[in-house]
């Protein structure tokens, strides 16, 4: 879809491109997922350096988001993509000519800084890109691409490692090519800020919520931090849990149950609009509760079957409360604030998705992955049935 402008120029294009290259910036965010076991065989280290390394990706997000959440909104829209996108290429680069821990690292540090420029300020240029009466499919484009892109990642490099040469080099090449179109794409997206700052100043905003907003951000941003919990899990932990404790060693398959967990999700992002953003957060709490139930049981009678079961309920579960949060957000939020509110949903989401993970990869070194599993699941569905308790009694105000 593209934007033809009053004069009749070329056409540009519109916001499912803007969509797409938010999609490839986050799938090279999750590309390593199924390559952790490689990388333990390789150089090795411990589960809980597993969830290390994740995390780094995860502070990477948070610090970006706290120092340059509103960057957008002073520099222009489509030079921060191109900024993501060079981070997304340099990350690649880095497991590309990976010898060691201190690139892995690095990588993941400068993966979590691309995703930190994505979250607020490609969804608000897919936003702002939609056409006036297509601002639903527009919302719907930017949470399909966030969660899409980063379910993409696992089934591709897990593909390419299993049945193709080069297992730990290819799937960043493959991403390398995929960044460079984005970019290209990128260049000629039309631009959304129409009042840039002559100089533009990076600096760190905190958590800043304007006062109209406050009243939606609460709910939306602890049902984000649980809905992320979960994706963390299937994203640090559960390649792990498939190798050691079912067996399954072809990463392809790894690649599917970590990617069946964003299908989901994206499918729920889908139900909003059947349910409305009132119902959607508790009717998205009830189900990743149930979902989390099934993950717990298949960690306890260790069963494939139950840990699809529970990506599937609990993602869908995630990607309704995800969409309805995100939506209540960008409708209260001024334009002028609207990149750095999106900022902070996101800081609540990156936190949920780092800081259990790494508690799962502790635990695992003290009493064994599956006692660490239980444990989490225990904890997040009691967090996630209190939250949907909340807005089930207390639903946020969506005008």
């Known amino acids: 879809m593209c934007v033809i402008d009053h004069l009749g120029r070329l056409p540009r294009p519109g916001y499912p491109v803007a969509a797409g290259v938010f999609a490839v910036g986050m799938a090279g965010t999750t590309l390593p997922t199924p390559l952790y076991g490689l990388y333990r065989q390789e150089i090795g280290f411990s589960e809980l350096m597993v969830t290390v390394v994740f995390a780094v990706y ?9 120092l340059a959440g509103n960057f957008s909104d002073q520099a222009g829209r489509r030079p921060v993509l191109l900024l993501a996108l060079g981070f997304s290429a340099a990350s690649a680069l880095c497991f590309l000519f990976e010898g060691g821990l201190p690139l892995l690292f690095i ?18 240029t897919v936003m702002e890109l939609a056409p006036r009466g297509h601002e639903a499919r527009a919302g719907f484009a930017a949470t399909a691409a966030n969660m899409g892109g980063l379910g993409c990642g696992p089934p591709l490099s897990g593909l390419l490692a299993q049945y193709a040469s080069h297992p730990l080099r290819l799937p960043f090449l493959v991403h390398l090519t995929l960044v460079a179109a984005a970019s290209v794409l990128t260049w000629f997206l039309p631009e959304t800020v129409t009042h840039r700052a002559r100089r ?14 406050r009243g939606v951000f609460g709910p939306a941003a602890l049902v984000a931090f649980s809905g992320f919990a979960l ?58 509760v149930a979902g989390l139930v099934l993950v717990g049981l298949s960690l306890l009678f260790e069963s494939l079957g139950l840990l699809v079961a529970g990506a599937l309920c609990g993602g869908l579960g995630q990607g309704l409360a995800f969409r309805a949060g995100m939506t209540a957000l960008t409708g209260a939020a001024p334009p002028e604030s609207r990149g750095g509110t999106i900022s902070a949903f996101f800081v609540a989401a990156y936190i949920g998705i780092s800081l259990p993970v790494v508690g799962v990869g502790a635990l695992a070194v003290g009493i064994g992955l599956r006692g660490a599993g239980l444990t989490f699941t225990g904890c997040v569905i009691v967090l996630v049935a209190c939250v949907g308790l909340y807005v089930l009694r207390r639903p946020p105000r969506t005008e």
Do not use: D
């Not at 930190?116 to 608000?124: E, H, I, K």
């Not at 533009?200 to 907003?213: I, T």
């Open 58 to 66: 995860a502070l990477g997000v948070i610090a970006v988001l706290l």
């Open 107 to 124: 990588g993941r540090l400068l993966s979590g800084f691309a995703a930190g420029l994505f979250s607020g300020t490609a969804t608000a």
């Open 200 to 213: 533009p100043r990076l600096r760190p905003q905190g958590l800043k919520v304007p006062p109209e907003v």
């Open 231 to 288: 994706l963390g899990l299937f994203t640090a932990v559960a390649p792990a849990f498939l190798a050691q404790t079912l067996g399954e060693q072809n990463l392809a398959v790894t690649g599917a149950v970590v990617f069946a967990v964003f299908l989901a999700s994206t499918v729920g992002q889908s139900l909003l609009g059947t349910l409305g953003v009132r119902r959607a957060l508790p009717v998205g709490c009830l189900v990743l």
